[in-house]
């Protein structure tokens, strides 16, 4: 039991990726890459923009699979899609002709939970995101920092163990952000679940995370990580005034910045 | 008349204009609009109706080929008071619609079911398509002899008719529309926990549905057009049969008025299917047709 306790959540080992062109042409997304995510750990990735940090999370969901290398979830091989995963997606993936509880509900009932059962934990979820009010709203109805609490609901009602997010809040204005971060944090920390964040905002990732990927330019490989030991619980909205904040910011960015520039030196040319 | 929209137009810019003020504004100008719209619907109309009479009365046409209006709704008022030369006007329009309705259940259910099924398997619709393509090239209408042949005289062959006609409009649409379901929101029922058959029937089939209204408007006047050409080639009843005896027996006047049935039941089809649709589809921001 000892043991078991101590396997991490997510490991990815010497994973590469590569996938063909509609020319034919063989395409690299990730080369060599290695990461780790404990058990209730928040780990965000930040790299320049279509550097391959989408693949990653594709490869942990089983959506995707390594052209070589290997994926472990839970300490063992990704086979299909795992139950004990959820996603939130960068674009609106909430299903426009059902009501806001009938998307909360969703995942209990594709899982084969009984109606009143599935309804009821629904109701309970939109609670916690204060949209009790909305429930027989159409998600064009809302507006898109509500459709994003209700995509988290409608993730978090699976009680998933590992959470990921494809730069889940990249679409809102800066306020809702800010407020989305605190939701998120609050939640996460309820739920223990293991966290992957990928963004391209880094005050986002350091304000979140416990560690902090950086990628290089594609493909893909790990840069470096940095272990941001700000103290928990975090007010999101604070948080980014304070001096260790800064001088994270700082070094990480000086670090990012070469690959950012290398990534558009190549799109440019 | 135009004076009245420049005055909205003037009085909601004042400064100190009340919330009131401009709604009733606003409200005024709608009403007004649609008056306007409604008038010159009407007007165009009367206008081509009362055209038509004079030409043909003045010997500028030949009443004999192109008929007039009133001679066209006298026979429509003898053909309901007291029915056609082959019997009730009534029966021979059940019949019809009979055949269309048939055809069109029919053939949307297949076209739906097929194009979903072959939407979601690839391997399927890369050996399929080719026939499908060879078949579509077919005119729909040259299958009415064979038809007939094949199913006699009776409901069948129109029924068959309609259902060709049908069927490829809504199958194509429908596999189109599963196609086209965005690739997020499946991955998103997955990672939820959806089978392939709950994918299917909870996102893929409900995100097609208004690529699949799309097509069941115009098909129901696809139905219509199988059952009458069916009824043109052979039959004992139906509306096709009584345009086939106005022409055998040079009455234009009969030929038009079979023409104003089926466009009148054809135009209550559509409104009826707008309905459905808009009860269907009350998720969406706004339909995609105009209301009228």
């Known amino acids: ?269 | 008349m135009t004076d009245a929209a420049m005055d909205i137009s003037s009085r909601a810019f004042r400064p100190g204009t009340s919330d009131a003020e401009i709604e009733a504004a606003a409200a005024k100008a709608v009403t007004h609009r649609r008056r306007t719209v409604i008038f010159w619907r009407v007007a165009i109309l009367v206008a081509f109706l009362g055209l038509w009479e004079v030409a043909a009365r003045l010997a500028w046409i030949d009443p004999f080929f192109y008929a007039m209006p009133s001679a066209i709704a006298l026979r429509l008022y003898e053909w309901t008071t007291e029915g056609t030369s082959e019997g009730p006007l009534w029966y021979h329009l059940y019949v019809t619609m009979e055949e269309a309705v048939i055809g069109f259940v029919t053939g949307s259910i297949a076209g739906i079911i097929i194009g979903v099924a072959l939407g979601r398997n690839r391997m399927a619709a890369d050996i399929f398509s080719i026939y499908i393509k060879v078949i579509n090239s077919i005119p729909r209408v040259v299958l009415a002899p064979i038809f007939i042949m094949i199913l006699g005289l009776g409901l069948a062959s129109k029924v068959a008719l309609a259902f060709v006609m049908v069927f490829f409009v809504v199958f194509h649409n429908a596999f189109q529309g599963v196609r086209e379901a965005d690739r997020a929101m499946i991955a998103n029922a997955r990672i939820l926990g959806a089978s392939n058959w709950q994918l299917t029937r909870s996102v893929i089939v409900p995100s097609a549905m208004s690529w699949i209204f799309a097509s069941l408007h115009v098909s129901f006047g696809f139905a219509i057009i199988g059952a009458i050409v069916g009824e043109f080639v052979g039959s004992r009843y139906g509306i096709g049969l009584l345009i086939n005896i106005a022409k055998g027996s040079f009455d234009a006047a009969g030929m038009y008025a079979a023409i104003v049935i089926v466009m009148v039941v054809a135009l209550g089809a559509e409104y009826l299917m707008t309905m459905v649709e808009d009860r269907l589809a009350k998720w969406r921001p706004q339909p995609l047709h105009e209301t009228q």
């Open chain 1, 1 to 269: 039991m000892a043991a078991a306790k101590t396997v991490p959540a997510i490991e990815l080992i010497n994973v590469s990726r590569r996938f063909l062109s509609p020319t034919g042409k063989s395409l690299t997304a990730l080369r060599d890459f290695t990461m780790t995510v404990e058990r209730g750990e928040f780990v965000a990735v930040v790299g320049p923009t279509g550097c391959g940090k989408s693949t990653t999370l594709n490869l942990i969901t089983g959506l995707a699979s390594p052209s070589a290398g290997e994926v472990r979830v839970m300490g063992g091989p990704v086979k299909g899609i795992d139950p004990r995963i959820g996603f939130v997606f960068q674009t609106d993936a909430l299903f426009p002709w059902r009501t806001v509880i009938e998307n909360v509900m969703a995942g209990p009932l594709f899982r084969g939970k009984p109606m009143p059962q599935a309804q009821a934990s629904a109701r309970d979820w939109l609670s916690r995101v204060g949209l009790s009010r909305f429930e027989q709203h159409y998600p064009h109805q809302l507006s898109g920092g509500m459709r994003k609490r209700v995509a988290l609901a409608q993730t978090f009602i699976n009680g998933p163990e590992i959470l990921l997010m494809d730069e889940p809040f990249s679409a809102l204005d800066v306020q809702t952000r800010v407020l989305m971060h605190e939701e998120l944090l609050r939640l996460w920390s309820e739920a223990k679940a293991s966290v992957v964040f990928v963004t391209h905002d880094l005050e986002e990732a350091i304000a979140l995370a416990d560690k902090v990927y950086v990628l290089t330019a594609g493909p893909a490989t790990v840069k470096s990580v940095y272990t941001i030991d700000l103290p928990r619980p975090r007010i999101v909205a604070d948080i980014r005034y304070e001096q260790n904040f800064i001088d994270y910011s700082r070094t990480i960015w000086a670090d990012l910045k070469e690959e950012v520039e290398t990534s558009y030196a190549r799109a440019a040319a």
